[in-house]
């Protein structure tokens, strides 16, 4: 390269961010919103997901979930304002679809072992444990923006990692999927 020669400008994919979208402050902020998001469910959250339905002490196995407390979550999960109106929608139809294989027996979850839906795994992360305050040292790649949707995963570090989609609502990013919450692989 010679001394007058500029360096070629880099370019951005993801479809030039609509025309609209800084990738980089984009990205902040996307981080700043998982950030928000798994400081509020470890911290304060009620880490209720998909509550099975006892009717007494002497059941072997879980009758349903609990629909109210279905429902209280789903409010709660609101509430924060992280999600968009889809990812609640998959919710509450996760839970519905679970109550009644539950209530019909195509699934059946004994008490006191891993329920027959999701992988074992806490559906927040993928993960098993976790690391302490990892809100904060949590790091987003592979970001692709198209439109007003962005596809990333999110790290801790090493070989972790966590696919999301989020959607711009209102100059706001909100979680459309996370993937242990995905439907299909979530509901065998």
Same mark, same amino acid.
């Given at each position: 390269?010679?001394?007058n020669e500029s360096?070629p400008?880099?370019? &951005?994919?993801?479809?030039? =961010?609509s ?5 980089e402050k984009? +990205? #902040?902020?996307?981080q700043e919103?998982?950030?928000?998001l798994y400081k ?5 959250s009620?880490n ?5 339905l006892?009717e007494?002490?002497?059941d072997?196995?879980?009758?349903g979930?609990?629909m ?7 409010e ?6 992280y999600f968009s109106?889809k990812f609640?929608d998959n919710y509450y139809?996760m839970g519905? &679809?679970i109550?009644?294989? =539950? ?8 008490? +006191? #072992?891993l329920?027959?839906f999701g ?7 993928n993960?098993?444990?976790i690391?302490t305050d990892y809100?904060?040292i949590?790091t987003?790649?592979?970001?692709e923006?198209k439109?007003?949707?962005?596809t990333?995963?999110?790290t801790?570090?090493g070989d ?7 959607i711009?609502?209102n ?17 065998k």
């Amino acid at each position: 390269m010679s001394c007058n020669e500029s360096k070629p400008e880099e370019t &951005t994919t993801s479809d030039d =961010l609509s025309n609209t979208m800084d990738i980089e402050k984009e +990205g #902040e902020e996307l981080q700043e919103l998982l950030k928000n998001l798994y400081k509020w469910h470890e911290l304060i959250s009620s880490n209720k997901d998909f509550t099975p339905l006892l009717e007494n002490k002497s059941d072997t196995f879980y009758l349903g979930l609990d629909m109210d407390a279905h429902k209280q979550r789903i409010e709660e999960l609101n509430k924060t304002n992280y999600f968009s109106q889809k990812f609640l929608d998959n919710y509450y139809e996760m839970g519905r &679809t679970i109550n009644k294989k =539950l209530i019909e027996r195509t699934l059946v979850w004994n008490v +006191g #072992e891993l329920p027959p839906f999701g992988n074992g795994a806490n559906p927040w992360c993928n993960c098993q444990d976790i690391v302490t305050d990892y809100w904060d040292i949590l790091t987003i790649k592979n970001l692709e923006i198209k439109d007003s949707i962005a596809t990333f995963e999110w790290t801790w570090g090493g070989d972790f990692s966590y696919q999301v989609k989020t959607i711009k609502n209102n100059d706001r990013w909100q979680v459309l999927n996370l993937e242990g919450f995905d439907f299909d692989r979530f509901i065998k």
